[in-house]
């Protein structure tokens, strides 16, 4: 057991016994150290006393380390860069260079600009651990509350969500989703309208009700209610049962790569179909502050929505490929 004495070793005084060690010479080693040599000699001899060995032997000169001197400068030097550790990962924390970021995001974010955001901030950040989990907008809300998520991507408006901070991050606007195979999918003027007597996908109301209600307007407004025969949590979902005859549905137009040679996509046009995405957070650590950040460095370069159809610049693994 260590005794008090022993409690008050110092990592000054194991970085003058590395220096003695080392030179094998107490004047080299306290010019190593820019102090002057009765100092440095004192020091070692309050060492020795407060651990109650011996750890050099002496002649008219340092002769060399006992064995107990050995093991001393050998744990001595693993302790100082223990120490340099700690104090760097300390500050790399501080400052959002390491630690662990929880980001939710809505399935269509895949398809603007936040693949672009991920690459760059896991360049700029490489020993940050970021967890991404796609989950619908009123998932990622109660996730941020019950402080399960850092930053979420969330389409607004945010109904009860007064907590959340909001910052615009991208926008998108819809288009219709039909099988390949419809027999209306291959029309170059098709409306919503024309879906008036279709079975529609949609996702829950209570997962996405802003999303949701903005569907059913754009719907009264072409002159019908949508006959929603089935639901799917999340986009991916929604659009999987389009591909395979499900249904037809209304989604990000940003999504219009997706399953290209099984879905059919087709604009709408006018600013109603219009939406933004926004980043939320309520309590931001230092990597979550440095990834807003990230986010944030090119506030004009929010992605434009691409066309109906492939996406002109890259494919389906390339967009999944930062996850």
Known sequence: MATEKQARITLRMMEQFIAVAEELHFHRAAQRLNMSQPPLTH????????LGVTLIERGNRVLGLTPAGEM?????????????????????????RTGVLRLGYVGSALYGR????????????????????????????AALRDGMLDIGILIPPLENAEDVVKTRFDQDRLCMALPEDHPLSQRSNLTLADLAAEPFILWPMDEGRSFHLQVIRLCAS????????QEAHGM??????VSVGGGVSVVPQSMSGFRGDQISYHPLFGTEPEFELVLGHRHLSPCARAFLDCAQ???EGV???AVCGKHPNESEQDRMNFL
């Open 43 to 50: 020091a070692i001899r309050k060492l020795e006393e407060d």
């Open 72 to 96: 001393f400068v050998r744990e001595a030097r693993e302790t100082l860069r223990q120490a340099e550790k700690t104090l760097i990962a300390t500050v790399d924390v501080a400052e959002g």
């Open 114 to 141: 936040l693949p672009d955001v991920i690459r760059e901030f896991r360049a700029s950040h490489p020993q940050v651990r970021l967890e991404l989990r796609e989950a619908t907008t009123a998932s990622q809300i």
């Open 222 to 229: 072409a002159g019908f209610v949508p006959m929603i025969t």
């Open 236 to 241: 991916h979902a929604v659009l999987s049962l």
């Open 297 to 299: 460095t090119k506030p």
């Open 303 to 305: 992605a434009k929505p």
